[in-house]
């Protein structure tokens, strides 16, 4: 006879307390702590981080580039050989080299090690607003006031190709990071471009933002694309040909600048209302909002989540570091220092410790289970006594849970109308109250409506005879009609709202 399985109580997701994301955004983000400011020679054009270690991070500014050390907050490097006011200044993906664009319509590759000019590239007839590296390392991609966008070859130092259909100055250009192929492009003629280089008509895409675009941003996967103008962000479909999917406007001012954090599961927005915007990517709302001193040009968070860098129009850099415990880098360490010192005859020296030594906070464990003690209902149920056990679990206020749970084994094991059966007014009470309090709980309504119909069928011919089993019987029935005229009225509300929703997004 195979052993018996005691009733496995049902478990469900655990639902957020309202506001609990939201908290643990804001602890999150007041990490930030101790911003440390410092005075350029004018307004902050373009931040970004190194992708290789140690992230030091480039400042752009005047005719100059600026690269500081995260560990310092200092200047390490300066670029300063520009003619004009430089612009966007951003690091390969290997660290080795930097490319600039300037106010002259030139393109600047250094040397950072050297600091050496390695390429010039003057094809623009006007300011580069953009420029930077691709993934494949040996094209540079650059938009100018001339209204063009181009794609330049390293070896060759020749422009691979050129992108000529937007009607006003390129102020945004970047490459997918999935696929150097494709490249978006923002302008001040109110259009986003998507550009596929491999196919014969480039431009794949035009989407209309309705407003001088800043900035434009691929999100993690590409298949969104940010775009912002004016004091609105809005995302695009690439999947279902480019579509707008929402828009998102809780700046007061013009949006001028977009990035990731480290993890990409976050969007920064800054503007010119002194405000960083941190949007959460999985339901574009607003988890957290930081004040600035001044009108927000540029901005950057480091690949390792550590900091947050803010240049303003004043001239002014923010830096601000997270404070992070070292609490888990230590207790990392200790393991792996424990592995190796096994490998060197470490279990002698652990035992070797002797009785009297105390355990550490990350010591491994083994725990004794104790065979647990069985629940009076799976001792009832075990010897088949099922209206026993379910009146053993009625009767005690056990969590509705444990209920539901031993309702549901009833079920499997087909005992749910042997537990029914054969009971009197009074005997009908506890389980048609548990079905009246808990019918209308999401996790059980649908269990809970077989059980009252079972229990309907069963005393069906009474009804009318028992003065207790009416009064239950109409208790129930009124309980479920005013939950549906509740649901009825709940769908009419959400129809109205998609209809005004829909309205307000054809108006935007």
């Not at 430089?86 to 660290?95: H, K, L, P, Q, T």
């Not at 990392?332 to 279990?347: D, L, N, Q, S």
Request: hydrophobic share 40%; charged share 20%; with cysteine.
């Amino acid at each position: 006879m195979s052993e018996y399985l005691p009733v496995q109580q049902k478990r469900y997701a655990a639902r957020p307390k309202a506001g609990a994301t939201d908290a643990a955004e804001q602890r999150y983000w007041a990490k930030f702590k101790s911003p440390v400011l410092v005075k350029e020679y004018a307004s902050i054009s373009h931040i970004e981080f190194s992708r290789s270690k140690p992230f030091d991070f480039a400042v752009t500014s005047s005719t100059r580039v600026q690269i500081y050390s995260c560990a310092t907050q200092a200047v390490r490097k300066t670029m300063s050989r520009f003619k004009d006011v430089a612009y966007s200044g951003s690091f390969r993906a290997d660290g080795k080299m930097m490319v600039a664009g300037d106010a002259q319509g030139s393109v600047q590759i250094f040397d950072l090690a050297s600091r050496a000019i390695l390429r010039t590239f003057t094809g623009h007839k006007d300011a580069v607003r953009v420029a930077s590296f691709s993934p494949l390392l040996t094209q540079v991609l650059s938009a100018s006031d001339d209204k063009t966008v181009r794609i330049w070859d390293l070896p060759s130092e020749q422009a691979v190709f050129t992108f000529t259909d937007h009607q006003d100055h390129v102020r945004s250009a970047l490459f997918s990071p999935e696929n150097p192929n494709l490249i978006i492009s923002g302008s001040y003629d109110h259009t986003v471009k998507l550009w596929d280089t491999r196919s014969p008509n480039p431009c794949i895409a035009t989407m209309h933002h309705g407003a001088p675009v800043e900035s434009v941003l691929f999100l993690p996967g590409s298949a969104l694309i940010a775009s912002a103008g004016s004091n609105n962000i809005k995302l695009w479909n690439t999947l279902s040909g480019c579509s707008h999917e929402t828009t998102l406007a809780n700046h007061t001012k013009s949006i001028t600048t977009m990035c990731l954090d480290g993890s990409g599961r976050r969007l920064l927005s800054g503007g010119l209302d002194n405000q960083v915007k941190i949007y959460n990517l999985q339901d574009y709302k607003v988890a957290h909002s930081i004040k600035y001193p001044g009108p927000i040009l540029s901005m950057a968070v480091s690949p390792d989540d550590t900091h947050l860098v803010v240049g303003m129009a004043s001239g002014l850099l923010s830096i601000r570091r997270r404070v992070v415990k070292t609490e888990d880098v230590v207790k990392a360490r200790k393991r792996i220092e424990a592995a190796r010192a096994g490998a060197r005859g470490g279990t002698f020296m652990h035992f070797k410790r002797g009785q009297s030594h105390q355990a550490e906070a990350d010591d491994l464990k083994v725990e004794e289970h104790r065979k647990k003690k069985m629940k009076e209902y799976d001792l009832l149920l075990r010897k088949f006594e099922f209206g026993k056990a379910l009146d053993s679990v009625l009767g005690t206020n056990q969590m509705a849970v444990v209920v539901v749970s031993l309702l549901e084994e009833l079920i499997h094991r087909g005992g749910l109308v042997i537990a029914l059966g054969g009971r009197d007014d009074v005997a009908l009470v506890d389980i048609t109250n548990f079905i009246h309090a808990n019918i209308v709980h999401p996790r059980y309504t649908d269990l809970l409506v077989h059980v009252a119909e079972v229990i309907l069928d069963m005393y069906a011919p009474v009804i009318g005879q028992s003065v207790l089993i009416d009064e239950l019987f109409l208790k129930l029935r009124t309980k479920v009609q005013v939950e549906l005229s509740m649901q009825q009225e709940l769908t009419r509300t959400m129809g109205l709202l998609e209809s005004i929703m829909l309205a307000s997004q054809k108006l935007i």
